[in-house]
Nanobody
Framework: VQLQASGGGLVQTGDSLRLSCAAS????????TGWVRQAPGKEREGVAC????????YYADSVKGRFTIFRDNAKNTVYLQMNNLKPEDTAVYYC??????????????????????WGRGTLVTVSS
């Protein structure tokens, strides 16, 4: 069971980036999949999640309207489209998966610390 995130980089304020997270060893069926970030000196923060239980997406207030999470089950890959990036979005971004039968915002609080799969992070740096 493995997740591999990619797509990070150095961008300027207002730019866009798309992160990818490919899964191997398991399929997304029955899993909530999401993105967690950790900025220097700060705690992990769940920013976006796709819930397989209710086919809904959930976002942290800090990214709502700017980030979009979507999944391609055929490719076993989950994406995070990030638009209008801000310096406060600078962080290492991780993808995570948690088997969950119920959707909801609780997934954003859970994923940073409760997960069945966790991928190596990718660094996003947004310059002002």
């Amino acid at each position: 069971v493995q997740l591999q995130a990619s797509g990070g980089g150095l961008v300027q304020t207002g730019d866009s980036l798309r992160l990818s997270c490919a899964a191997s060893g398991f399929s997304f069926d029955g899993y909530a999949t999401g993105w967690v970030r950790q900025a220097p000196g700060k705690e992990r923060e769940g920013v976006a999640c796709f819930s397989d239980a209710d086919y809904s997406t959930y976002y942290a207030d800090s990214v709502k309207g700017r980030f979009t999470i979507f999944r391609d089950n055929a490719k076993n890959t989950v994406y995070l489209q990030m638009n209008n990036l801000k310096p406060e979005d600078t962080a290492v971004y991780y993808c995570a998966a948690l088997r969950a039968r119920v959707g909801g915002l609780w997934l954003l609080r859970a994923l940073p610390y409760e997960h069945d799969a966790w991928g190596r992070g990718t660094l996003v740096t947004v310059s002002s």
